[in-house]
């Protein structure tokens, strides 16, 4: 257990692609910082079992590979790991204050990193068919899906960009929309409907994900107006009905959008000087791991900014309780 008069230069909280490049930079520019790992340790990737867009990798990555070989890199230099998720901060004073339960730790500079949870169906086998037909990110698995039939559930803008991208690889697209008008502004609006590979499914949701042992082989969908139920044969099922920042552990201390997400400023500052937002935690329009890696690179170096504008006795050290470089 952390001493309450131990203070970290740095705490990290999420252990996705923007944390562990947070943290790899932080360590290897300032002394040991904490990365706390959060309720999914390895984020998102660690339900995908294919990265084949993340530069470096030509032949590919399974994601729970990609972000082994990243906490490997960020344990190398010297990052300390704590497996938990936060459940109360004060960003009231500093030196910040994060409580796991009950044990309090200390920071001068807090980078949050915790990612953002794709909203699901609540179909029951979602989850478990990621990888495996099911996906929440057109961007990463359409390649797969070159020459099948899928499918896309939303009406919004996401939902209607996902459906256009997908129609580079797919055969038919056949989007399921609970209204029968899309939400979607109207510029996407028109491009999808006007898109002669998308085919739309009003007044209609999902009421079954079909699979067998290999993945994905079908959805039954509901009519709302007449409450018919078909089966419809499908490789794919896309499910884009938006995503929902980790931050309600933030709510009333850090500046947020409309959705939930942090507003970042100058790069990934937050309304308070010294805590830092990074991946998908700011951003609610790419969220991909690789945009998500760079601003965990900004964060870090935006930290380490900060902390070589603080006041410092260069008589404290890590062993002293301040944790700082000799």
């Known amino acids: 257990m952390t001493s309450p008069d131990f203070i970290y230069e740095t705490i990290i909280l999420g252990s996705g692609p923007a944390g562990l490049t947070a943290a790899i930079y932080a360590a290897r520019s300032r002394c040991c910082p904490l990365l706390i790992s959060g309720v999914q340790p390895g984020g998102q990737l660690t339900t995908t079992t294919a990265v084949d867009n993340y530069p470096g990798f030509p032949e590919g990555i399974d994601g729970p590979e990609l972000m082994d070989k990243m906490r490997q890199q960020a344990e190398r230099f010297g990052t300390q790991f704590i497996e938990g998720e936060v459940t109360k901060v004060d960003f009231q004073e500093r030196p910040f204050r994060i409580w796991i339960g009950e044990e309090l730790y200390r920071c001068l500079s807090l980078v949050i990193s915790t ?14 068919l990621y990888g495996r037909g099911v996906s929440v990110c057109a961007t990463c698995d359409g390649f797969f ?14 939902a209607m960009e996902e459906a256009v991208f997908l129609t580079r690889f797919a055969k038919q697209v056949t989007v399921v929309h609970r209204r029968n008008s899309l939400r979607a502004t109207p510029a996407l609006a028109d491009r999808a409907l006007t898109n002669k590979a998308i085919h739309f499914k009003w007044d209609s949701i999902l009421t079954e994900i079909i699979a067998d042992a290999n993945g994905v082989t079908g959805v039954r969908i509901k009519n709302l107006n007449t409450q018919e139920e078909t089966e419809q044969s499908c490789d794919g099922v896309f499910i884009a009905i938006g995503h929902q920042p980790n931050t309600s552990l933030f709510a009333g201390q850090l500046e947020m959008d409309d959705e939930g997400y942090l507003l970042a400023r100058n790069g990934t500052g937050t309304n308070i000087p010294g805590v830092f937002a990074a991946g998908d935690v700011q951003d609610r329009q790419f969220r991909q791991a690789v945009t998500a890696a760079g601003t965990g690179c900004m964060a870090a170096i935006q930290a380490e900014r900060f902390l070589d504008d603080l006041p410092y006795d260069p008589s404290l050290s890590c062993k002293k309780g301040i944790c700082k470089p000799q």
Do not use: Q, W, Y
């Open 145 to 158: 899906f070159r020459d099948r039939d899928v499918i896309v559930v939303g009406g919004g803008d996401t």
């Open 115 to 128: 990612g953002a949870s794709p909203r699901l169906l609540g179909l029951g086998n979602e989850e478990s």
